[in-house]
């Protein structure tokens, strides 16, 4: 199967923007479900952002107001613009994809590290 593909972490000072991509190379991309996960070092995966295909859009209480989360079904791609990032942040960010099938996918991670 075919995996989502990120790109679009690094290292930033606390205070700082990055905009993490996923590609989803899926026909049917307009109507999946898309969100970004994180995970930080010894704590479990959380959900962090998500957008259904209408462009509704849910948030973790602890960015609220500093990330959003889009996507370009033109070019199969989902967005988290991520603002004021601070050192908590820090984690692996991965995307994942609910299909119109049914069928999940997940992509392989990329790592954000915010420096105080």
């Known amino acids: 199967q075919v995996q989502l593909v990120e790109s679009g972490g690094g290292l930033v000072q606390a205070g700082g923007s990055l905009r993490l991509s996923c590609a989803a190379p899926?026909?049917?991309?307009?109507?999946?479900?898309l969100a970004w996960y994180r995970q930080a070092p010894g704590k479990q995966r959380e959900l962090v952002a998500s957008?259904?295909?209408?462009?509704?859009?849910n948030y973790a209480d602890s960015v609220k107001g500093r990330f959003t989360i889009s996507r370009d079904n033109a070019k199969n791609t989902v967005y988290l613009q991520m603002n004021n990032l601070k050192p908590e942040d820090t984690a692996v960010y991965y995307c994942?994809?609910?299909?119109?099938?049914?069928?999940?996918?997940w992509g392989q991670g990329t790592q954000v590290t915010v420096s105080s």
């Open positions: 994942k994809e609910w299909t119109v099938h049914g069928a999940e996918y």
């Open positions: 899926r026909v049917l991309f307009s109507v999946s479900t």
């Open positions: 957008i259904i295909p209408v462009g509704t859009t």
